[in-house]
């Protein structure tokens, strides 16, 4: 078994994302390039018309929420070297079961006007 760096990072959320990426690039381009959550079913999804509009509300409503979180996952696919979409949509739904792997991100709407509830781990 082949130990993983220690990688000491600091500087914005961004900074720490790009910092992650670039010294886990080669780990990250595996990942992302054999995940068949991602290559078969939520890539392939989010082109579609549905699945666009899906994809840009999450989005957006990820930035309002956790911009933070967005801006790290932001610099994580640039220090990557990889497109945006294909590092957040694993980190954005990973449903148990298909992978173990990765965080969930819960939106549910609310009655009246109130906004969501949203949770993410």
């Known amino acids: 078994m082949t130990a993983l760096p220690v990688i000491h990072v600091k ?8 910092q ?10 595996e990942y992302v390039s054999t995940l068949p959550l991602l290559n078969d079913v ?12 899906a994809y840009k509300r999450s989005e957006n409503l990820l930035r309002q929420m956790v911009p933070q ?3 790290e996952v932001e ?10 979409k294909s ?3 694993p980190n954005m ?3 148990k079961g298909v992978s173990e792997k990765g965080c969930s991100t ?3 709407p609310r009655p009246g006007g109130q906004g969501p509830i949203f949770g993410h781990n």
């Open 106 to 108: 819960i939106i549910i």
């Open 11 to 18: 500087g914005t959320h961004y900074q720490v994302g790009y």
């Open 42 to 53: 939520l890539l392939p999804f989010s082109e579609s018309e549905k699945g666009m509009k």
């Open 93 to 95: 739904n990973c449903p």
């Open 69 to 71: 979180y967005v801006e």
């Open 75 to 84: 610099g994580l696919a640039a220090g990557a070297k990889l497109p945006f």
């Open 20 to 29: 992650i990426g670039s010294a886990m690039r080669h780990y990250i381009e």
């Open 87 to 89: 590092v957040f949509l």
